[in-house]
C-alpha cells in the first residue's frame, strides 16, 4: 500500500507536518539495524522510495497459512474465474461468454465465481484446473493465495492490465484517495530519481488518453507482471482460446514450476525474517 492511504481520513491532513519527522526517524532506526522494514509488493518499495527516501526490501506475502490447508489438485477441466467486483466485470463476463457461445463445443467451461456468493474453500479453488484473475489494484493477496497453493493462473498482460490495476487503485495512491496521500515527505533527502512520478498518472481525472509510459513503466512494479509463470492474456477471446488449449500434463507442468518458485521465495524471505527476529531480540538485550 501507500504510505499515507487512509492517512487524512484517519488523522486529518492537519498531521501530516508532524508526521513526516516520524518516518525520517523510522528510517535512521531501520538504517541502524535497530528494527526491520520491509514491502511486501515491489511497487509499494518503490513508491516509498519515491516519497520519503526509505529503501525497504521486498519480502513477499507467502500465504503459508493456504499451502498448509490446500494444494493444486485438479479434479476437473474447469476453470475458476475469480470474483471481481469492480464496474468493468459484467461488461468482461458477458464479452467472455458471448465468445465462448460462438465457439461452441470446444469453448473451455469457465465457472464465474459471483460476488456476494458462497465463498469457496482454498482447497475448492484448488480443485480447479486454473483460475483466471481480474486484477483490480496493482497487487493483492489472493494473487499470492493462488500462487501458494500452486494453481496455474489466467492474468491481464499488457496494455489491457492498465484497464484493471489504475482507475481504483486508491490504497496504491490512485485517483480514488485524497491527493494528500500523493504528497512528498520534503524532509527527505535521498528519493529515487524514477524517469516518471508513479502520482501524476493517478490524479483525480482518470486520463484515459495520456500518461501511456507512464502507466507503462509503473507496471513493471506490479506483481501482476513481476511473477513469473503467471499464464497472461491481452483480451478476452485469448483467455478462451489459452484456457482451451491448457492440457492436465500442461497444467501440471506450470503448477510445478509455480510451486518451486514459492518455495524458492519462501526460502529467502523466511530467511529475512528469521535475521529480523534475532536482531530485535538481540536489540531487547
Not at 522494514?37 to 519480502?59: F, K, N, T
Not at 499451502?67 to 467472455?96: D, N
Not at 491481464?156 to 491527493?179: M, N, Q, S, V, Y
Request: hydrophobic share 45%.
Amino acid at each position: 500500500m501507500c504510505l499515507l492511504h487512509a492517512f487524512e481520513h484517519t488523522f486529518g491532513a492537519k498531521e501530516l507536518p508532524e508526521f513526516w519527522p516520524l518516518v525520517q526517524s523510522m528510517g535512521a532506526d531501520v538504517l541502524h539495524a535497530r528494527g526491520g522494514l520491509s514491502a511486501a509488493a515491489h511497487i509499494s518499495a518503490e513508491m516509498l522510495h519515491y516519497q520519503a527516501g526509505l529503501r525497504p526490501p521486498w519480502v513477499p506475502a507467502l500465504s503459508l497459512h493456504v499451502a498448509s490447508v490446500a494444494s493444486y489438485r485438479p479434479a476437473s477441466a474447469e476453470v475458476l474465474l475469480f470474483r471481481f467486483r469492480l464496474p468493468m466485470a459484467p461488461g468482461f463476463c458477458r464479452v467472455l461468454r458471448m465468445l465462448a457461445a460462438e465457439m461452441g463445443a470446444g469453448a473451455p467451461k469457465i465457472v464465474e465465481q459471483q460476488p456476494g456468493g458462497r465463498s469457496l474453500s482454498f482447497q475448492e479453488i484448488g480443485n480447479f484446473r486454473a483460475v483466471a484473475m481480474l486484477p483490480h489494484v496493482p497487487y493483492a493477496l489472493r494473487l499470492a493465495d493462488v500462487f501458494a497453493l500452486g494453481s496455474p493462473t489466467f492474468v491481464p498482460a499488457e496494455p489491457l492490465l492498465h484497464k484493471f490495476i489504475w482507475p481504483f487503485a486508491g490504497p496504491f495512491c490512485g485517483r480514488t484517495d485524497p491527493d494528500l496521500s500523493r504528497s512528498l515527505d520534503p524532509l527527505a533527502a535521498n528519493t529515487s530519481s524514477h524517469p516518471y512520478s508513479p502520482f501524476t498518472f493517478q490524479g483525480r481525472i482518470f486520463h484515459i488518453d495520456q500518461y501511456h509510459e507512464d502507466r507503462r513503466y509503473w507496471a513493471q512494479y506490479s506483481e501482476w507482471e513481476r511473477w513469473p509463470h503467471l499464464l497472461r492474456f491481452r483480451s478476452a477471446r485469448e483467455l478462451l482460446t489459452m484456457a482451451a488449449g491448457l492440457t492436465e500434463a500442461a497444467a501440471a507442468e506450470v503448477s510445478a514450476k509455480v510451486r518451486a518458485h514459492h518455495a524458492a521465495i519462501a526460502s529467502e524471505a523466511l530467511a529475512y525474517w528469521r535475521a529480523a527476529a534475532l536482531g530485535a531480540l538481540a536489540e531487547e538485550r
